[in-house]
């Protein structure tokens, strides 16, 4: 293996950074005290139909997650250290011989419908938020528990061990099983103040506890990749566990510019909040409907889960037609085709085009209609133009008949909305903030960063666009020694990557 690796640059980590419509991995290194990082693999991650529900590919992410530690080699890099982060609530069950017990199902597919009722019959759920401080959301990972208990008991019967996505990926890499922390924090059964596994919870809700590992923390090294790996991907690097829920790793990355600062990774979801020392369970959390997620070291992340950049890359996709179904029922006719003819664009549907839609429609005076862009009615919608449209007739509003009115529609809500959950940080926190810092992909949206500046009265620091793989090489690079503390990683993110500050413009009186 040595002989194989000859050559590669050895100073280095990988982050492989898998989300919900897509994945890749990243390798870093320091060089002259900056942060360099190289993509050296893509691949698209897809959802399958198995049994009536929507499950993850795991054959596809286990062949893609092999394949891109390989290509590492093959860009002349052998890094030190691997750490896999995902997103979060979504899981597998192993039998006593390690095999999977039923399917990966994704936390969009319906089969939660229901489970609230059936949950607060069992604890009123002002008393489960007390012990585990989650967003109340129907895909948490205990409402898919229930659901499984109803649907296939024998699952859970058969059941040896449950890992969560990241955790399973890194089964197959050591062999080694653990349920990294703030990942684990997603599933309404890890206690908010002590980070473990709530026991009163699991068995009022007749969990087993006896599937859960103890859970472990970000930094911990699960050891070297087994030899069958390393065979295949011509070295040998150890797997460390970063911040395996992806929101963890992109809040480690961001640099706030300006405190007391608001932290918002934005990307399929928008995670608005802050980094707190200690959880926030109170009365007033619960009602606001906030989440205390764990975060690295020990931090707790408290924000809120807001539906983010899925309806414009659901819009996308429906335009270019790869998702759209025919439904005389559901789907009004011709409306789709409306969207395409009018704007005339003639190739396929990008991001810049649905930007400049939107930029076209605010010059000319439009005026957006809003939408609860929390509402469950986006979550997985036949038709998220339709659905858009349905739900501003229903509240009186005039539903959009451009394009540049649809996505004018979704950037005003989305910005409003970060607006209400600033406002409920501050008055939870008894103070207000300075600044809005955006990391990830919709940091580079500039219509949603002047939108949110202008909407929620803060300067927006937008960048790094790369928070999520940044924050998972943090945590190597820290485990490594490269740097002493959070700190100093958050100051070379500074200096290594550009980050714009947008201003509210400012309106005469």
Known sequence: MAQQA???RTDCYAAV???ASSGRVVVGYLEEGLIRLQEVHRFDNRQVRRDGHDCWDLDLLSSELLRGL????????????????????DFVLLDADDNLVGDAVSYRDGRTAGMYAVADAIMAPEELYRHCGLQRQPFNTIYQLLALQREHPEQLEAADTFLMIPDYLNFLLTGQKAVEYTNASTTGLLNAETGAWDEAVMAAFAIPRRLFPNVTHAGASLGPVLPEVAEAIGYEPRVVLPATHDTGSAYLA???CEPPAVFLSSGTWSLLGVENRSPICSEGAYRANFTNEGGYHFRYRFLKNIMGLWMIQSIRRELNGITYVVDEKAIRKGRLHQYMRVEGLGHEVDFPDLIKAADEAEAAGVIASIVNVNDDRFLAPDSMIEEICA?????GQPAPETLGELMLCVYESLARCYRDAIEGLAALAGHDYASINIVGGGCR????????????????YAGPVEGTALGNLAVQMLADGVFPHLKAV???????FDVRKIEPERKDV
């Open 70 to 89: 390989a290509r590492c080699r093959e860009a002349g890099f052998a890094p030190k250290t691997v750490g896999i982060d995902t997103w979060g609530v």
């Open 391 to 395: 739900a501003c007739e229903e509240a």
């Open 254 to 256: 961001v640099p706030a």
């Open 445 to 460: 949206d500039d219509h949603l960063n002047r939108r949110t500046a202008q909407v929620c009265g803060l300067p927006v």
């Open 490 to 496: 958050r100051a070379a993110i500074s200096e290594s």
């Open 17 to 19: 950074d898998i989300g």
């Open 6 to 8: 000859q050559g590669a």
